[in-house]
């Protein structure tokens, strides 16, 4: 009997260190307090005789430009997505008979003038949006604020972040480069800008879609959910804490933070014991299987009061040639189908392919008590862009 506690406590000594060292090494202490706080909580109750709505929006860190890619190379990546995207979207559609939406986060300090265009003319086509994505390495606020602008100004011409209401005022969301929003890597310098969510504001930002980054250090605190994030210039990591967006609420603070879901995956666990991160992000390694659909919904990211509307933001870098098969072949193809085998036809349950400005304005709608049908709304705040 003693030989077996001894045996007992030796293994969960080991256990508990594996534990801390994966923990440590994955920055999970950051973000599992909050996991564990909203799992005590319960599920939000679904209201009866009302349909549960499944918002499904994936945004592209859209990188086809790398350090060691020749042209050729990088127009080969473009091209896999203004071919191959519209014949794989085009076997699929949601509840209200619409392809799947993609948003191409495409970064300023890379502007390319024939890339961009590509993206304009799958946007034309009714396949998704362009968004603005950015790195910068140890900015300053001043160097921030005038290489957005130039870069808004860049992609305005082709009639990107240019909204169909006739106002001359830009207008687009946000994913930071690097996983750094508001300074937040800044012991490694990935920012450098403390301001950083007042100066998104001042240039037209609605959103900031860059969460998670786990497991990444720059996670913020505050997880599955969308909530009003208030800048403090004198330090980084502002959007660590926030007030959720609420049914009869108003704005808040500086900028809207809009997270995809996290959670620990015991389904894909290290050493056949401890569980995985599923930070949402779809890549060659993670694809969009069952099981990983079925997490991010049961994160119930919602807006407070608004529980049947449900939103999963999915991640992923689209441009990189490893990540093809997840996000433009068979393997994309099967993700789809089972959104809507089990979404899409299934009772009580309706199946919604958004852009990040939808997945934003159907936000708006609900935070403004909207009700009904939610298509209506994927116009209710910000306009669709005029691409030329």
Same mark, same amino acid.
């Given at each position: 009997?003693?030989?077996?506690?001894?045996?007992?406590?030796?293994?969960?000594?080991?256990?508990?260190?594996?534990?801390?060292?994966?923990?440590?090494?994955?920055?999970?202490?950051?973000?599992?307090?909050?996991?564990?706080?909203?799992?005590?909580?319960?599920?939000?109750?679904?209201?009866?005789?009302?349909?549960?709505?499944?918002?499904?929006?994936?945004?592209?860190?859209?990188?086809?430009?790398?350090?060691?890619?020749?042209?050729?190379?990088?127009?080969?990546?473009?091209?896999?997505?203004?071919?191959?995207?519209?014949?794989?979207?085009?076997?699929?559609?949601?509840?209200?008979?619409?392809?799947?939406?993609?948003?191409?986060?495409?970064?300023?300090?890379?502007?390319?003038?024939?890339?961009?265009?590509?993206?304009?003319?799958?946007?034309?086509?009714?396949?998704?949006?362009?968004?603005?994505?950015?790195?910068?390495?140890?900015?300053?606020?001043?160097?921030?604020?005038?290489?957005?602008?130039?870069?808004?100004?860049?992609?305005?011409?082709? &009639?990107?972040? =240019?909204?169909?209401? #006739?106002?001359? $005022?830009?207008?687009?969301?946000? /994913?930071? !480069?690097?996983? %750094?929003?508001?300074?937040?890597?800044?012991?490694?310098?990935?920012?450098?800008?403390?301001?950083?969510?007042?100066?998104?504001?001042?240039?037209?930002?609605?959103?900031?879609?860059?969460?998670?980054?786990?497991?990444?250090?720059?996670?913020?605190?505050?997880?599955?959910?969308?909530?009003?994030?208030?800048?403090?210039?004198?330090?980084?990591?502002?959007?660590?804490? &926030?007030?959720? =967006?609420?049914?009869? #609420?108003?704005? $808040?603070?500086?900028?809207?933070? /809009?997270? !995809?879901?996290? %959670?620990?995956?015991?389904?894909?666990?290290?050493?056949?014991?401890?569980?995985?991160?599923?930070?949402?992000?779809?890549?060659?390694n993670a694809p969009g299987t069952p099981d990983r659909i079925e997490r991010w919904i049961r994160q119930a990211i919602h807006v407070r009061g608004k529980p049947n509307w449900v939103f999963v933001k999915a991640s992923c870098?689209?441009a990189q040639d490893e990540n093809y098969d997840v996000l433009l072949g068979r393997q994309a193809d099967q993700m789809y189908t089972y959104l809507e085998e089990r979404y899409r036809n299934r009772e009580r349950y309706k199946?919604?392919?958004?852009?990040?400005?939808?997945?934003?304005?159907?936000?708006?709608?609900?935070?403004?008590?909207?009700?009904?049908?939610?298509?209506?709304?994927?116009?209710?705040?910000?306009?669709?862009?005029?691409?030329?």
């Amino acid at each position: 009997m003693k030989i077996f506690l001894y045996v007992a406590a030796v293994v969960l000594v080991i256990l508990l260190y594996f534990l801390y060292r994966q923990g440590s090494k994955k920055n999970v202490w950051i973000w599992l307090g909050s996991y564990v706080k909203q799992k005590m909580k319960g599920k939000p109750e679904f209201r009866r005789g009302e349909p549960i709505h499944i918002f499904f929006c994936v945004v592209d860190h859209f990188e086809p430009i790398q350090e060691g890619y020749t042209k050729a190379e990088e127009w080969a990546r473009m091209n896999a997505w203004i071919k191959d995207y519209p014949q794989m979207a085009g076997k699929h559609a949601d509840s209200n008979g619409r392809v799947p939406q993609h948003t191409w986060f495409y970064p300023g300090e890379a502007y390319e003038s024939e890339y961009l265009e590509g993206l304009v003319g799958l946007c034309k086509m009714g396949y998704g949006d362009i968004e603005f994505h950015h790195h910068h390495y140890y900015e300053s606020s001043k160097g921030l604020r005038e290489k957005i602008r130039k870069a808004l100004n860049e992609f305005a011409q082709h &009639g990107v972040f =240019v909204t169909d209401n #006739g106002s001359s $005022a830009l207008s687009y969301g946000f /994913i930071h !480069g690097n996983m %750094a929003l508001d300074n937040s890597r800044y012991e490694d310098k990935w920012c450098g800008v403390n301001d950083e969510l007042t100066i998104l504001k001042e240039t037209g930002c609605y959103a900031d879609f860059s969460s998670p980054t786990a497991p990444a250090n720059s996670q913020a605190r505050k997880i599955n959910a969308i909530y009003y994030a208030t800048d403090d210039p004198a330090k980084p990591k502002s959007h660590d804490t &926030g007030i959720d =967006v609420e049914v009869g #609420g108003k704005p $808040a603070g500086d900028l809207m933070i /809009i997270q !995809g879901p996290l %959670a620990p995956n015991w389904v894909k666990r290290k050493y056949g014991i401890l569980p995985t991160i599923d930070n949402g992000e779809i890549h060659n390694n993670a694809p969009g299987t069952p099981d990983r659909i079925e997490r991010w919904i049961r994160q119930a990211i919602h807006v407070r009061g608004k529980p049947n509307w449900v939103f999963v933001k999915a991640s992923c870098h689209g441009a990189q040639d490893e990540n093809y098969d997840v996000l433009l072949g068979r393997q994309a193809d099967q993700m789809y189908t089972y959104l809507e085998e089990r979404y899409r036809n299934r009772e009580r349950y309706k199946l919604h392919y958004v852009t990040a400005r939808e997945f934003y304005n159907i936000v708006k709608a609900a935070e403004a008590g909207q009700a009904g049908n939610p298509v209506q709304y994927y116009d209710y705040s910000i306009p669709r862009y005029r691409y030329r």
